[in-house]
């Protein structure tokens, strides 16, 4: 039975636009984690942790509620895109991003964490803005663990399926992910399938995170 | 010139304990030392200055810019302060070449003063050789320059140098001594160095100000304050004094005299203001001060006879410790010439001795 490739080449896409929002949000969220001081501060790191503890079908309920039809949000972007979000392949990429904002925001804030805090006060010393000490001082200085992070995040975006399933469900050609396809394969039993697409997936996971762990300092 | 009044309360942590800073400090052109041992707050007082952490109460004034007011809630971040920092190792970007270090802080400047600037300052600095490499790629005197380079690049209005000999072998000491001669007599940038290094405050400081537990103890210059320490726990944080116990016996302002009781030896000394007989005082004298001889015949005015415990070899010359824990210091080739010597006479010069 030939193999529908479509799942694979919407799971990279998903995670190409997942991770690059991922990347500026999470990087933003990981830098004020990390050197703003404010009330909050460990509720707002807690929330931005939440995801990687409650099970998917609490997530994409929530998102559900968030962004479904009936939703302020998705009457916005109904109005705004003239379709709904919900079970489109965009919504694939917000479940995407919330399966892989936490553990890029915990690995990026402990990676300017690692960050001598003199070379920023030094900076600063030289009137560097805080914009400019961040573009040339912090995150170069990071670059290589923020790679590491980056890289696990597309990983994870790739292989989502609960939080997918549910705010993206399972529309072949449309919004069926690789994961989903999976799941689809194995309970109509289409065992030759199931197994190419797992090594496929299991090939690539494999592939990043040697990649993160070279791109880590130890 | 730099005025600043701090006032900061320190919590006691589980890490730390509690802590104040409340002192009045002046830095005018030339280097201002600022000494004390570690946890004397030096570092807290730097990074005031710096806007790196912010005073209970005070007021930091840079010749006309007030940095910071806690009267008017003023508190300006550090990019706007004006003052060059130079960290404790450092603290050039490990990232960029010594010249991009350079160029990182010439940044707001235009582009082709930005160029003339850099190229004039790897040159004074004597960095042009260097100028491609990182800073693990070349020596700790290049590390040490670029990094007082670039921090004077941004002309600031005040250079602040956090324990800059730390750590540093004999020969970049000196070197290093050197470079900031040069600072001073080139740049005119009024300087405000923190130390527990005896030796900088006397090679660099035309100003020395001794902080103790967040106050300050003395300031004036170095010399002066090695003339007449404050008080004994000044005379001791200075290292190298005699500190003995003893009672003043008699004093008398006309002539300029006076005699203290040190054991059962009396001695003549200067009139000492504002002290009275029978004051139980320290008397406070420099090694080098005492004058060592052979015990010839009994001791004259001011000698004292004693056995020599050790003798140490020192780069200076000797030092020799007496029972007693006197400590005299004597050149080598006089030592020498004493060293055969059973009984010693220690004579303590009337003008040398002081009273805390």
């Given amino acids: ?23 500026a949000l999470g990087l933003w969220l990981a830098y004020i984690l990390a050197n703003r001081e404010f009330r909050g501060k460990e509720v707002l790191d807690a929330m931005v942790t939440l995801p990687l503890v409650l099970p998917p079908t609490v997530l994409g309920y929530y998102l559900l509620v968030l962004i479904g039809r009936a939703s302020p949000l998705g009457k916005l972007w109904e109005m705004i895109f003239g379709s709904p979000l919900v079970f489109t392949w965009k919504a694939a990429v917000v479940a995407a991003l919330l399966h892989s904002l936490p553990l890029l925001v915990k690995s990026s804030r402990a990676a300017f964490e690692s960050v001598d805090r003199r070379y920023e006060r030094a900076a600063r010393t030289l009137g560097a803005s805080e914009w400019r000490l961040f573009w040339r001082v912090t995150l170069p200085l990071a670059h290589r663990s923020i790679f590491a992070a980056v890289a696990l995040a597309f990983a994870q975006s790739l292989g989502d399926f609960g939080i997918t399933l549910m705010v993206a469900g399972n529309i072949p050609g449309r919004t069926q992910t690789l994961a989903v396809a999976i799941y689809d394969a194995v309970e109509a039993g289409n065992g030759a399938v199931a197994r190419t697409l797992v090594i496929l997936v299991s090939a690539v996971a494999l592939l990043i995170l040697t990649l993160a762990n070279r791109l880590n300092p130890r | 010139m730099l005025q600043a009044r701090l006032r900061k309360t320190f919590p006691q942590r589980p890490d730390s304990a509690g802590f104040s800073l409340d002192l009045e400090l002046k830095a005018a052109d030339g280097v201002t030392v600022l000494f004390g041992p570690s946890g004397s707050g030096k570092t807290q007082v730097l990074d005031s200055i710096a806007g790196f952490t ?34 404790q190792n450092y603290a050039l970007f490990p990232h960029m070449t010594l010249r991009e270090n350079l160029m990182f802080a010439a940044e707001r400047r235009p582009r082709l003063e930005r160029h003339r600037r850099v190229t004039e300052m790897l ?49 970049l000491k000196a070197e290093f001594y050197e470079v900031l001669r040069q600072v001073r007599s080139d740049f005119k940038t009024p300087v405000l160095l923190v130390t527990h290094d005896l030796d900088e405050c006397f090679e660099l400081g035309d100003e020395m100000v001794i902080l ?31 500190l003995i116990p003893c009672e003043i016996r008699a004093l008398d302002p006309g002539r300029n005299t006076s005699k203290v009781q040190m054991g059962d030896v009396e001695l003549d000394g200067p009139y000492f203001p504002g002290r009275f007989k029978g004051d139980r005082v320290t008397l406070c004298v420099r090694p080098e001060q005492l004058v060592i001889s052979a015990r010839l015949g009994r001791p004259g005015p001011n000698q004292m006879t004693a056995t020599l415990a050790r003798a140490i070899e020192k780069p200076q010359g000797m030092r020799l410790e007496f029972e007693g824990g006197i400590i005299a210091d004597v050149g080598r080739a006089e ?17 040398a001795l002081r009273v805390l």
Avoid at chain 2, 154 to 159: C, F, G, R, T, Y
């Fill in chain 2, 212 to 242: 103790r537990e967040g106050r300050i103890v003395q300031s004036g210059s170095p010399r002066k304050i090695l003339d007449q320490p404050v008080n004994v726990d000044v005379a001791r944080l200075l290292g190298a004094f005699n």
């Fill in chain 2, 54 to 87: 912010r005073p209970d109460e005070g007021r930091i004034l840079l010749d006309d810019d007030l940095l910071f007011d806690a009267a008017t809630g003023v508190h300006l971040p550090p990019q706007a302060r004006n003052c060059g920092y130079v960290f």
């Fill in chain 1, 1 to 23: 039975m030939p193999i529908d490739w479509f799942p694979l080449w919407l799971s990279l896409r998903v995670a190409l636009v997942s991770t690059s929002v991922a990347l």
């Fill in chain 2, 335 to 351: 030592f020498e010439r004493l060293r055969q010597n059973q009984d010693w006479l220690i004579e303590f010069p009337p003008a």
């Fill in chain 2, 123 to 171: 040159e004074t600095f004597r960095l042009r050789e260097a100028a491609g490499r990182r800073p693990h790629e070349v020596s700790g005197g290049q590390r040490q320059r670029c990094s007082i380079a670039r921090a004077l690049i941004v002309a600031p209005k005040l250079l602040l140098l956090d324990e800059p000999g730390q750590g540093l072998d004999a020969p």
